[in-house]
Each structure stands twice: as C-alpha cells, then as structure tokens.
C-alpha cells in the first residue's frame, strides 16, 4: 500500500521538476542547491497579487498568509460565492494573546476566532517550530487555520471535533497543493519530510476521537493533509 508520506513525496517531486521548467528531458534540469542555500519559497506580484518573498520566517508567514487567502478567493468565486477574508492576523506572546469568546488565547498555539472572524497565533512558538523542523510548520499551521475560516463561511457542521479538525488538515493540504500547481511557490527537496514532521508532531498521543479537543492522530493528520494535496478540495 503507498503511505500518504509517499504520495506527497511524489506530488512534490512531479510539482518541482514542473516549477524548475522541465520538459520531458529532466536531465537537463538545473542542479538542485542545498535546501538551507535556497529561497524557501516565491511568489511574484503579477501571478499571485502578493508582493510577499519567503525568504525567512516574517517573509515565509506573509506569503503564507496572502497566497492561502489569493487561493480561496478563487475557489469561492469559481463557486459563484464571495470569500471573506480574515479581518484581523494576530501575532501574539505567551502573556498577550488576543480574547477570543471571552476567553484568553492560549501560549504554544494557534488558532481561528469566529467571533471577530480573526486568526491568532503564538509567534515564539511558531517561529521555534519554523527553526527546528523548517518552514513546513508555516505552511501548514496557517492554511490550516484558514480552512477553519473556511468552514465558519460554509457553515459547516460537524458531530464531533476531530472531524472539523482533520478537514481542516485536508483543507491546509489542498491549499498548499493548489498553491504549487498554480506557481505561487515553489517546493524543495525535502519538504514532504518537514510537512509530515510538523503533522506528527501536532498528532495526538491516543485515538481518543471522542474527546472534544481531538485533532487526530499523527498518522490521521498525515493522510488527511496528503489527501487535500493530492486530490484537491473536493476530496475532503
């Protein structure tokens, strides 16, 4: 059976040689520099309308930010909706995080606040993420709290809340997937390995589905995210 950490390995390995401009022949290909040499990620203003380069975390954070919302602009509006975007993008401390349903943000995470339609986030504990496994943790803890903005504008409804969560994670995928194919940035050798890094990591310890603060397993969140990429927003 092929892993979800090996259909995205595959996923961005087709989507690479295709940003690099290869043509059949990949042995013409450039040869790739070492990832910590490299740009993490581009975009240019023309194909995207951000003006963002992530090229360290404040950058990789800003492109995150401008391409997740660039990319549910157009599903919404190839869906005949209009997509709202976010109203406010916190960055908070450990002791001044933003009030969200009157109840004050937590250190250590990030989240979407429907009541005042925001998204917030520890920047210490993201920016230490971004530092020890790589700038996958930027892209997939904002998109992912984009799909929950997403599924507040659907009004989407969910049972239990690892459901809510896990499309989220398919959400995030599909976004950076659309991103790529679109060419608003590029992926690297190695990615598949920092994404997959960060999804374990934020993976509960137990299938505990039940649980009202469940987000799924390591595992669950892999093959939901991968999912997203692979197969496109559809699929989750």
């Known amino acids: 059976m092929i892993s979800p950490r090996m259909l995205l390995a595959v996923a961005l390995s087709v989507t690479l040689a295709a940003g690099c401009g290869a043509s059949g022949d990949l042995s013409e290909a450039p040869a790739k520099e070492p990832k910590k040499e490299r740009q993490r990620a581009t975009a240019t203003a023309s194909a995207s309308g951000c003006d963002e380069v992530g090229d360290d ?5 800003r492109l995150a930010r401008c391409v ?7 599903r ?10 976010v109203k406010r993008f916190i960055a908070y401390g450990p002791e001044n995080g933003p009030i969200c349903g009157g109840e004050q943000a937590l250190p250590e995470n990030a989240f979407y606040c429907p009541d005042g339609h925001y998204i917030a986030y520890d ?10 496994m790589g700038d996958g943790a930027v892209y997939v803890v904002i998109p992912h ?11 989407s409804d969910f049972e239990y809340n ?3 969560e896990l499309q989220a994670d398919c959400y995030g995928g599909a976004t950076l997937g659309g991103m790529i194919k679109a060419g608003l940035i590029q992926a690297e050798e190695g990615d598949d390995e920092e ?8 993976g509960d310890p137990t299938d505990a589905w039940w649980e009202p603060n469940a ?8 093959e939901a995210f991968a999912k997203g990429f692979d197969e496109g927003v559809g699929s989750c």
Do not use: C, I
Request: net charge negative; aromatic share 14%.
């Open 145 to 155: 709290e984009f799909g929950h903005a997403v599924q507040a504008q659907l009004e």
């Open 123 to 132: 920047a210490g504990w993201l920016r230490s993420m971004y530092d020890q």
């Open 215 to 222: 987000h799924g397993t390591p595992e669950q969140r892999q």
């Open 57 to 61: 975390f404040a950058g990789d954070v």
């Open 76 to 85: 919404f509006a190839a869906a005949g909706g209009t997509y709202q975007p």
């Open 68 to 74: 997740t919302e660039q990319f549910w602009t157009k």
């Open 162 to 164: 690892v459901e809510q």
């Open 195 to 202: 994404l997959f890094a960060n999804l374990e990591a934020a």
